[in-house]
């Protein structure tokens, strides 16, 4: 090892002395970083150019060159309606649609998903038998592969799959999962909790077990009911980790994809069609490639993703300072 070591000093050490001669002592560092900056400038932030260029420009040509300058023609068509609370009245109803699709989802998948990750965090915090053994089936899944998971239900859950003949073994009807529009709806939900929340789950067991035992004891030792403490002393000292655990769960529920794709491809109709599908969908799935109109809808989102990350630095900022002055007061 040793030797390989050497062998690498000796081949670079003219590239870091020329390197520190031009660059001087004190900036030699930005030549260490330089091939990471390298790829981050050609696979993030040049493809995030090329994407503002493309929003800005219409046409089916894909060569940046060869496309006609529109302006914010793009997002008019987007936003266009004669009645915003009649999605049929929009220019892109889809995008409406599917904007509602993703804002109904992303409520109800992050709610549960907080409401159970945090009830498996809490037992799984207990003395259990088996406890080692649970923690990892709950988390086995987020190690699966999106594509895996919704393979998976969609064999569990199709006309003739799992699910349906046990019940027909049982004596009952069967029904069709995927292809009506409320059921579809609830197993897309039902699959992204279970594919996603053994993830949530453990950032949530790590809170609860950075909490001091001491203060459970005192609450003990006080008479302090189970729901007591929970609420006051669990959810409080927890609140930290909730709020990651929330805003890494709604930036996960706006851009849902994989798992829709596979198990219902954005249907029956429209049903699960969300964001992310709608930009794949304009931008590649159909005759005509409309790449700037998929362009402008992932600016979009993009921007809802950034308001969310903003919401959640300055959660965490007022969550550090209340813990301080709660600190001081306590003093």
Known sequence: MSFIAS?????????????????????????????????????????????????????????????????????????????????????????????SNTSKFTVLQVILMMFFSLLTALVLNRKIIGRSFWRGVFFYPVLLS????????????????LLNAGLLAAGLDSREWLTDSGWSFFWVIFVSIWAHMG??????????????????????????SPWRTLYRITLPLLMPNLIVVVVLALIRAIQIFDEVFVLTGGGPGSATTFIVQYIYQVGFAEQIHLYGLAAAASLVLAAGILVLTLIQLKLSRAGKHGSKNGSKQER
Request: net charge neutral; glycine share 6%.
């Open 7 to 99: 062998c690498f000093f000796n081949l670079f050490e003219p590239l870091f002395r020329l390197g520190q001669r031009w660059l001087g002592l004190s900036r030699i560092a930005w030549l260490f970083v330089a091939p990471n900056l390298i790829i981050f400038g050609l696979f993030t932030f040049l493809p995030i150019i090329i994407n503002f260029h493309y929003a800005m420009t219409a046409g089916v040509q894909i060569m940046p060159s060869q496309r006609p300058f529109v302006g914010t023609e793009n997002f008019a068509l987007l936003f266009e309606c004669r009645d915003h609370f009649d999605l049929a009245t929009c220019n892109q109803d889809l995008f409406w649609k599917a904007i």
């Open 146 to 161: 999106p594509v895996v998971v919704a393979l998976l239900w969609k064999w569990i859950l199709q006309k003739h799959g």
């Open 199 to 224: 993830f949530y789950t453990l950032i949530l067991l790590a809170g609860l077990q950075a909490i001091p035992r001491e203060v459970y004891d005192a609450a003990e030792m006080d008479a302090a």
